[in-house]
């Protein structure tokens, strides 16, 4: 299945991926202030969870986008969501030049942990041009994706488990994905199979049809990102409409909002059903160290290779879906005439399908409060 093809039998069949979480979103480029840095190093001092990602333009494969996110440690905070435009920096004997190299120093020091969905290394090896990396990545990094193959087949286990245990046990809790009224190609457990009789990483986007049943929009991941996202750059490339501007933005801040989402999943599942003896694992960065220790193994190949060929052309990532034009029934004018978005304050929207935030207070999908509150743990 190509692309373009596992694109459309997602949307036909699941609801859109909809972040509830509340955020504040900053863009990173020569418009910013010196205030404004000084005011986000602040805030990623007292926190030591991120999740990164990179966007590289479709055109010349220019590094153009660093997306960081910064998880909070207190459930009643917004989430800070930051898209450093590496192709529109301020001048690099700026002093705020120097606060974003500060940022970024801070943001990997060893205390900290970086989730990313991927390897992160070397996605970040490609911006080293910019010069904004001063030191080494210290901080501990968590690969999410290499580790979840093997972390779903363990959460079916699980799951089979406690059928077995709440029939003789009526006061016995387990945490599940969300109910999904909506069946996909194939079960989740031969999609399970599948990915480890092949060695075959997960993409997020399966990854989230699986465990949340929610689409993730994938449409964009090739496009023009090196054009000034932030339309009040005076050099930004002014061909390009707010349109397309504004779902390059969404885009990319899903593509951290739902690996968050993805994460707490995982974590909160841990915290209600894991195993007595790993009972000292108590906290967000300790258990996916746990994870990293556990699951970055080979994936054993031996299971068989019947459903190889099946699965390779239901679920490879063959096409390359790179057009650089939207088409009028995907957004319109219309749509986006309410959107308003102030940087670095809470984002709001009329409409919840456009890079919607929480414009409420409510983050009981973000940091469960039943049972009593499963957050991120202590220091580590």
Known sequence: MKNHEKEKYYEDKLPPYVSTASFQLYFINSNISEAELINLLAVVQNEMYFIMDTEADINDYTPAIIQLLVMPSNPSSSCYMLLIETCFLPNPSSTCFQLIQQLFCVVFNKENYLYSWGPLKSELQKFERYQLFTSSIFAHLIDVQAVFTKWFDAFLMEQMESDDVKNNN???????????????????????????????????????????????????????????????????????????????????????????????????????????????????????????????????????????????????DTDDDSDDMLTVHELNEQQLSSLHHLVGQRLTTADPTLIPTTITTTTTTLFPSTPPYLGMGGVQ
């Open 170 to 316: 009526d006061d016995f809790v387990v945490v599940r994905a969300p109910p999904s009224m909506f069946e996909l190609y194939f079960s989740s457990s031969e999609i399970n199979r599948i990915k480890i009789t092949n060695n075959q990483l997960w993409s997020l986007q399966d990854g989230l049809a699986y465990t949340l049943h929610k689409y993730l929009s994938k449409r964009d991941t090739c496009r023009s990102w090196a054009i000034g996202l932030d339309e009040k750059l005076t050099n930004c490339n002014k061909k390009y409409p707010s349109l397309y501007r504004h779902r390059l933005i969404k885009y990319s801040t899903y593509d951290c909002l739902s690996l968050m989402d993805l994460i707490l999943f995982m974590y909160n599942n841990y915290l209600i059903n894991g195993p007595y003896h790993e009972s000292q694992v108590k906290t967000l960065g300790k258990y996916f160290s746990f994870l990293k220790n556990k699951f970055t193994a080979p994936l054993p190949s031996s299971i068989g290779k019947q459903q190889s060929t099946l699965s390779a052309l239901i679920f490879s």
